[in-house]
């Protein structure tokens, strides 16, 4: 059976890198993809380090060729890759545990071609998130364009790394990175892309980890000559961009646009973000694992505690949301019906002015409805849908990394186990002794 997505990473020189790199994609959550490692002639251990991978994980496919350049080895790649959809990364960076499963789950939920997600932007031990639209939503191109013009050279929009690619458009309509280009090659195969696309989807959770090295354009030392020329020639592409995507009177409103683009290539398009946050505190550690024995209760609570902790940021992250509104919504999912405050605060655990201000800011998005009665009685409002469906999905992850170890026979065994056992409990706490109220 072909993979679902096929990852694709060119490779030169890096054996100081492919460890993290490859590591962060073998330990995905999402495990129906196939790996190809491209090695573009390295002169280091890199070679025998991909072939290594490949002996030990059969989704692992490596290719060694002549050097021949970073778009080279991408099209290498892009000519024997079987999965629906192509991600792409570099070998100096990587991706949280989540990235593949959040990208492709986003792509089939909305059928997109296309999926653009948030990413990290490492400098040092420091990240930060980059994502420039604001919320989730579906886009046709043009409206993709009209978020793209607002910052024309970011690598947000640039970058091959943050984003999914449906393969049969770009085999439909042989799309590949253009090996004359030494720079902004990966841009003018979005662009490329981006003409033949039905449906965009973005996805406001960080997908990968971008590390700002010295190899961007301002540190290098080509000529003046050379790197004005390859400007001129993106200007020239971007304009062809616009001509194939208007008509004559729309591209003429449009072309203010294009020398707003030659003003942004004069600089690096660099990749600025707000808000660091020290590498390893963006996602919700487990620290005190390596010390707990795995035979207890309390270890299992810990455990679990902390995935969802986990999924629930990444929910909180996509809609704007602090981590007890994520909480609190799963509670009326789960729960099927109206609550009153007084239920929310039992099973949360969070005090009633947390609750309330949870509330509050919940019901001004219309992800929560409040009643006029008393006690109010709280329901999901209208707006709830997509965080609805990001909650119940992280339901069905969780359940599935929770039995990945089992058969499927010990599964059925493990959820009758699991329902008695709560039966158990659930008899213990809920049984009132006749004239004490508890």
């Not at 995905?28 to 994980?57: C, H, N, R, W």
């Not at 192509?86 to 997109?112: E, N, R």
């Not at 607002?150 to 439909?172: C, H, M, T, V």
């Not at 004559?248 to 660099?270: H, P, T």
């Amino acid at each position: 059976m072909d993979p679902l997505v096929s990852i694709i990473v060119p490779v030169y020189n890096g054996e100081a890198w492919i460890a993290r790199c490859v590591q962060s994609v073998l330990t995905q959550e999402f495990t129906e993809f196939e790996l190809i490692l491209v090695d573009d002639g390295s002169k280091d251990a890199s070679a025998a380090m991909l072939d290594a991978y490949a002996k030990k994980d059969t989704r692992v496919r490596v290719v060694h060729k002549p050097n021949g350049g970073v778009s080279s080895a991408r099209n290498a790649a892009l000519d024997i890759a079987k999965g629906s959809y192509v991600q792409f990364m570099d070998v100096d960076d990587w991706i949280p545990s989540d990235s593949t499963k959040l990208l492709y789950q986003s792509a089939i939920s909305h059928d997109a071609d296309m999926v653009i997600a948030d990413f990290w932007r490492v400098v040092g031990d420091r990240v930060s998130q980059k994502g420039d639209i604001d919320e989730e939503q579906e886009m046709d191109k043009l409206s993709y364009v009209d978020f793209m013009q607002q910052n024309p050279s970011d690598f947000y929009y640039g970058a091959l790394w943050n984003k999914l690619f449906r393969r049969s458009k770009i085999e439909a309509y042989q799309l590949r990175m253009d090996e004359s280009l030494s720079w902004c090659e990966d841009f003018v195969f979005n662009l490329e892309f981006i003409l033949h696309v039905e449906k965009i989807f973005a996805l406001r959770a960080p997908v990968y980890y971008y590390v700002k090295t010295s190899g961007s354009l301002v540190n290098t030392r080509l000529k003046f000559s050379h790197v004005l020329r390859m400007k001129l020639d993106m200007v020239e592409y971007y304009k062809e961009f616009y001509m194939q995507l208007y008509d004559e009177k729309s591209y003429r409103k449009k072309r203010g646009e294009l020398y707003r683009f030659l003003i942004d290539v004069a600089g690096d398009g660099g990749a600025m973000a707000l808000g660091t946050k020290k590498l390893g505190k963006e996602v919700v550690p487990a620290i005190a694992a390596s010390d707990m024995l795995d035979d207890n209760f309390f270890t299992e609570l810990y455990y679990q505690d902390k995935l969802l902790a986990r999924y629930f940021t990444t929910v909180a992250n996509r809609f704007d949301l602090e981590l007890r509104d994520v909480r609190i919504l799963c509670y009326l999912i789960v729960s099927q019906g109206t609550r009153s405050t007084k239920a929310i605060k039992d099973f949360t655990g969070y005090s009633q002015v947390v609750v309330s201000t949870s509330l509050r800011a919940m019901t001004l998005r219309h992800f929560v409805h409040i009643g006029k009665g008393r006690p109010a009685l709280i329901s999901l409002g209208s707006e709830s849908k997509p965080v609805v469906e990001a909650i119940g999905q992280v339901l069905i992850d969780f359940q599935r990394v929770s039995e990945s170890s089992l058969s499927q026979q010990e599964r059925l065994e493990y959820r009758k186990l699991r329902s008695k056992s709560i039966g158990g409990i659930k008899q213990l706490l809920l049984t009132k002794v006749e004239g004490t109220g508890v």
